[in-house]
């Protein structure tokens, strides 16, 4: 098993930067693939970005504007927001996978509970 908790979301302005956290804790030897997804209110849930062992990919809007980092010895992961802008308002979620690859959602093995980004005109 492994525990994911999220933090550093709240309300920022647009063109502010906010910077996510998620702790990793339990079994994490078993962790190949960290990634942040997120859902708008009457979305579908979306992955923004996610890194593997030396590789990382992004969803075509944030490229450029967000920032995905992991610090190994600490078993955690970052996602920076830069440039926030109002339509990246979500809940961000974490999440793990043990695949060396994880193509869709349904490859991840753990998921935190969120955390809200909510980014104002």
């Known amino acids: 098993q492994v525990q994911l908790v999220e933090s550093g979301g709240g309300l920022v302005q647009a063109g502010g930067p906010l910077r996510l956290s998620c702790a990793a804790s339990g079994s994490t030897h078993q962790i190949r693939v960290m990634a942040w997804y997120r859902r708008a209110p009457g979305q579908e849930r979306e992955l923004v970005a996610a890194t593997g062992r030396g590789d990382t990919n992004y969803t075509d809007s944030v490229k450029g504007r967000f920032t995905i980092s992991r610090d190994n010895a600490e078993n955690t992961v970052y996602l920076q927001l830069s440039n926030a802008q109002p339509e990246d308002t979500a809940l961000y979620y974490c999440?793990?996978?043990?695949?060396?690859?994880?193509?869709?959602?349904?490859?991840?093995?753990?998921w935190g509970q969120g955390t809200q980004v909510t980014v104002s005109p």
């Open positions: 999440a793990t996978g043990s695949r060396f690859y994880c193509g869709s959602y349904y490859d991840y093995d753990y």
